[in-house]
């Protein structure tokens, strides 16, 4: 039997969420998923928001709760999205020592002293000189490695233009070294599924390019992530995410509990 996990969504702790945890797991266990993580933001930097350790709590207590409540349906996983963690490394450090987790999400949305990617599609900017810093940042993160997934790698694409082939010349060298760094430190790249539900193109983040070359370069662990900010796009692209992964060379997928890695047969 095809093992279905969803390892990245929101509830209404994280700022642009708006449900309760136990209406995330109900839609995962009407969809067949086997394992559901609950990732809620905690952004740091430019977009920190001053009651992060409010809303860390409160998520932290609702997947406790709803553990129990649905044992023997569902696997609930704590998790968090730290965005940004090397834009403030205390605050990071602080974060990741308050609570126990399953997994980390690492994430950028935008780059020192800089707006999130999506407030940059109208301003004009050059993408390749932003794509060059968000790339070189990505391996400052990966260097640092304090998180477990490495999420959504081509989250820029899909507001400075890159819509069609990726910019493989301009961009291989970097990726290569990202890559690898992950491999060597045990990372898992995240298969982001949101844009096959709710972005024009269908296109998940990344693509089959980037997952062989993870794969060249010896990249073992990927997890599946619907980035859910709703309960119905729960477990959204999760199969064809996977087909995707079996297309990239790939014949498992990865899953975490307690911060450490497991392999499951696609």
Same mark, same amino acid.
């Given at each position: 039997?095809?093992?279905?996990? +969803?390892?990245?969504?929101? !509830?209404? %702790?994280?700022?642009?969420?708006? #449900?309760?945890?136990?209406? =995330?797991?109900? @839609?995962?266990?009407?969809?067949?998923?086997?394992?559901?993580?609950?990732?809620?933001?905690?952004?740091?930097?430019?977009?920190?928001?001053?009651?992060?350790?409010?809303?860390?709590?409160?998520?932290?207590?609702?997947?406790?709760?709803?553990?129990?409540?649905?044992?023997?349906?569902?696997?609930?996983?704590?998790?968090?999205?730290?965005?940004?963690?090397?834009?403030?490394?205390?605050?990071?450090?602080?974060?990741?020592?308050?609570?126990?987790? +399953?997994?980390?999400?690492? !994430?950028? %949305?935008?780059?020192?002293?800089? #707006?999130?990617?999506?407030? =940059?599609?109208? @301003?004009?900017?050059?993408?390749?000189?932003?794509?060059?810093?968000?790339?070189?940042?990505?391996?400052?993160?990966?260097?640092?490695?304090?998180?477990?997934?490495?999420?959504?790698?081509?989250?820029?694409?899909?507001?400075?233009?890159?819509?069609?082939?990726?910019?493989?010349?301009?961009?291989?060298?970097?990726?290569?070294?990202?890559?690898?760094?992950?491999?060597?430190?045990?990372?898992?790249?995240?298969?982001?599924?949101?844009?096959?539900?709710?972005?024009?193109?269908?296109?998940?983040?990344?693509?089959?390019?980037?997952?062989?070359?993870?794969?060249?370069?010896?990249?073992?662990?990927?997890?599946?992530?619907?980035?859910?900010?709703?309960?119905?796009?729960?477990?959204?692209?999760?199969?064809?995410?996977?087909?995707?992964?079996?297309?990239?060379?790939?014949?498992?997928?990865?899953?975490?509990?307690?911060?450490?890695?497991?392999?499951?047969?696609?």
């Amino acid at each position: 039997m095809q093992m279905l996990f +969803d390892h990245h969504t929101h !509830s209404h %702790h994280s700022f642009d969420g708006s #449900e309760p945890i136990e209406a =995330l797991a109900e @839609a995962a266990v009407s969809r067949g998923l086997h394992a559901l993580a609950v990732t809620d933001h905690c952004d740091l930097g430019l977009q920190c928001v001053p009651d992060w350790e409010e809303r860390l709590s409160g998520s932290m207590e609702e997947i406790s709760k709803n553990r129990a409540a649905f044992q023997g349906k569902l696997t609930l996983l704590a998790g968090i999205e730290l965005g940004q963690p090397l834009h403030d490394l205390q605050h990071a450090a602080d974060v990741l020592g308050r609570f126990s987790y +399953d997994l980390v999400i690492g !994430s950028l %949305h935008n780059l020192r002293e800089t #707006e999130d990617f999506y407030f =940059l599609q109208d @301003a004009g900017a050059d993408p390749r000189m932003l794509l060059d810093r968000y790339f070189d940042e990505l391996l400052e993160m990966t260097r640092w490695g304090g998180f477990d997934i490495l999420a959504h790698l081509t989250y820029p694409y899909r507001y400075l233009g890159y819509t069609d082939t990726p910019p493989i010349a301009c961009f291989e060298e970097k990726l290569r070294e990202i890559f690898t760094g992950l491999a060597h430190g045990g990372k898992a790249l995240e298969l982001n599924t949101s844009g096959l539900v709710r972005s024009p193109g269908g296109r998940t983040s990344p693509g089959l390019w980037e997952l062989r070359l993870f794969r060249e370069c010896g990249g073992e662990f990927v997890t599946l992530g619907s980035d859910a900010h709703r309960c119905a796009h729960v477990g959204g692209g999760i199969r064809e995410g996977l087909e995707l992964l079996r297309a990239a060379g790939f014949r498992y997928q990865a899953s975490f509990s307690r911060r450490r890695a497991a392999a499951f047969p696609i």
